[in-house]
């Protein structure tokens, strides 16, 4: 069963998809499967149905689960209580509420500090206005339950960050 706050990532196949995974390739020398996931979001449900929150393109916007096509993983912050869940959610309908563009200047700079392997710099892009899915991932849990994904994270977070850290695990996985 889902739960408000579990995260979702997915192998896009957009153009900027693949300009991520380009990055992760140039990053990680030896293939694992979940470096090929090139975007995430974060569940919360309206009435009855399960919706991704997450930063596309258009800007930050909600999608029903049942749209995603293809393959994708679920996963859940292994310690999370009932209290963790009701702040998830009252900053996803916080962030929900705000009117967020998507970040390009971000994008680019995480793939470039990637593939030069500079992701120790701090992140000149970051913004409040504009962000890309994994900040918007990782913002929602810093601000709700205090949880960072990387110790210092200094704007350089990616779908790989997200999908590989150790304090989650794999729920489901559809095909």
């Not at 409040?128 to 900040?135: N, T, V």
């Not at 810093?142 to 590989?164: C, H, Q, S, V």
């Amino acid at each position: 069963m889902l739960k408000v706050g579990d995260v979702v990532g997915v192998r896009g196949k957009g153009l900027f998809s693949f300009l991520v995974s380009i990055g992760e390739f140039f990053s990680k020398p030896e293939y694992e499967e979940d470096y090929s996931y090139t975007h995430v979001g974060i569940i919360h449900f309206e009435g009855p149905g399960a919706y991704v929150l997450e930063a596309l393109s258009e800007g930050v916007k909600s999608t029903p689960l049942h749209e995603y096509k293809g393959k994708y993983v679920i996963k859940r912050h292994k310690n999370i209580n009932a209290e963790n869940i009701a702040e998830l959610k009252m900053t996803i309908d916080l962030y929900k509420g705000k009117k967020i563009s998507y970040n390009w200047l971000q994008l680019i700079w995480l793939g470039v500090t990637k593939i030069a392997r500079l992701e120790f710099l701090s992140n000149p892009f970051r913004s409040k206005k504009s962000m890309i899915c994994s900040e918007l991932v990782a913002r929602i849990y810093k601000e709700a339950i205090g949880f960072r994904f990387k110790p210092f994270e200094l704007g350089n977070i990616d779908p790989k960050d997200i999908m590989l850290c150790s304090h989650f695990e794999k729920i489901l996985e559809v095909n």
